[in-house]
């Protein structure tokens, strides 16, 4: 995260605090109040708006931080992504500071064509056929 990005996220975080702290106070001002005036008829005071205002304003603003402090988001279609790798390795995959992005694992269908019951089978045959066929006339 940049200094940018945190410092939008802490001012978010600060007025959500200062939101819920004006709800407790709500909250408690308003039993008390209650309290003392038990034989009248009193109504449960709902919650003010700009209290209500300031909270939604508070997340919207931490949400904007942490989206500001998001890496670049990859291609969502596969072929994309590992034609990128395919063609420039992990020189495409630099973060803002130059190093290479911590998940980067390399292509993601080097093991597809690594594992071994993912051999030709019948091209294998045939080559030990041929193989078998020269060392008879030999």
């Not at 106070?25 to 008829?41: G, I, P, T, V």
């Not at 931490?62 to 072929?79: A, D, E, Y």
């Not at 998940?103 to 051999?119: A, H, I, K, N, T």
């Amino acid at each position: 995260m940049t200094w940018t990005s945190r410092a939008v996220t802490l001012a978010g975080l600060v007025f959500l605090a200062h939101s819920c702290y004006s709800a407790q106070e709500h909250f408690a001002l308003s039993s008390a109040l209650s309290k003392r005036a038990a034989s009248q008829q009193h109504s449960e005071a709902s919650m003010p708006i700009d209290i209500r205002i300031e909270a939604v304003v508070a997340t919207l603003i931490i949400c904007l931080g942490l989206v500001l402090g998001s890496q670049t988001l990859r291609p969502v279609q596969w072929n994309v992504w590992a034609g990128k790798i395919e063609r420039e390795g992990p020189a495409g995959f630099v973060d803002g500071s130059g190093q290479v992005e911590r998940d980067y694992r390399g292509s993601p269908f080097g093991v597809l064509e690594s594992r071994p019951g993912f051999v030709d089978i019948r091209k294998q045959r045939r080559d030990f056929a041929k193989w078998a066929k020269g060392n008879k006339e030999g």
